[in-house]
């Protein structure tokens, strides 16, 4: 099956420090990348859309400037928290649309925590 | 955004017993599909069934889509404590990103 990883699975920070995800499909080639965020107890909120080669679609209420995605290759989508606070703890998911298909793959997340 | 709400937020119920957990969804939708979560984890994809599709089984899950109502109920039969975890429906529409319901949190007790 296709599986999709995501890397650092658990990160601590500074308050004011960056951090960068990784999504990565490794066995199959995603041109379009999903990026959720989960606060406890609660459910996934779609972030943004990121296609290969092209600028990501951020959903209303996401900072652009906070959250840099980039989508340079057809296997990796990268997150980068910027300026981290406190209140940017939460559990990041990722998955991936098949190039050839519509289903997605979750990755298994990564817990940030800003301290 | 959020697609729709699950219903209930919470079941607590006896291994052995059944549970049924509801979803309603607002938009047209391609397929809807449930979820899994344990805990502090990642997803687990439980099934999918089209918008052309009524009922849908696999192993002691049952899936059941009502366009017309734009609702889908997940029934899972003999509950064990290991089912014990959070729910979640997923709806998309075409090949747009899943948006998530706010899940049902199932406690099953041995």
């Known amino acids: 099956g296709a599986v999709v990883s995501q890397h650092p699975s658990r990160v601590i920070c500074k308050s004011g420090t960056s951090v960068k995800i990784e999504c990565r499909s490794l066995d199959f080639q995603a041109t379009t990348m999903f990026w959720y965020r989960q606060f406890p107890k609660q459910s996934l909120m779609l972030m943004a859309t990121?296609?290969?080669?092209?600028?990501?679609?951020?959903e209303q209420g996401v900072e652009k400037d906070k959250f840099l995605i980039n989508h340079a290759s057809l296997t990796l989508s990268t997150l980068t928290v910027t300026s981290a606070h406190p209140e940017d703890s939460s559990f990041y998911i990722c998955?991936?649309?098949?190039?050839?298909?519509?289903?997605?793959?979750f990755g298994p997340g990564t817990r940030l925590t800003v301290t | 955004s959020q697609q729709g709400e699950e219903d209930p937020q919470a079941l607590s119920i006896q291994e052995g017993e059944n549970a049924t957990m509801n979803c309603s969804y607002k938009?047209?939708?391609?397929?809807l599909q449930w979820y899994r979560q344990n805990s502090g984890r990642g997803l687990v994809h439980l099934i999918l069934?089209?918008?052309?599709?009524r009922e849908k089984h696999s192993g002691r899950l049952r899936v059941t889509l009502d366009t017309s109502k734009k609702s889908s109920s997940l029934l899972i039969t003999a509950s064990r404590a290991a089912d014990t975890a959070s729910y979640f429906c997923a709806t998309d529409g075409a090949g747009t990103a899943l948006i998530f319901g706010k899940g049902t949190t199932l406690s099953v007790s041995s």
């Open positions: 938009t047209s939708i391609n397929n």
């Open positions: 990121s296609n290969e080669g092209s600028k990501a679609t951020y």
């Open positions: 069934i089209r918008s052309n599709e």
């Open positions: 998955s991936a649309r098949h190039r050839l298909g519509y289903e997605q793959y």
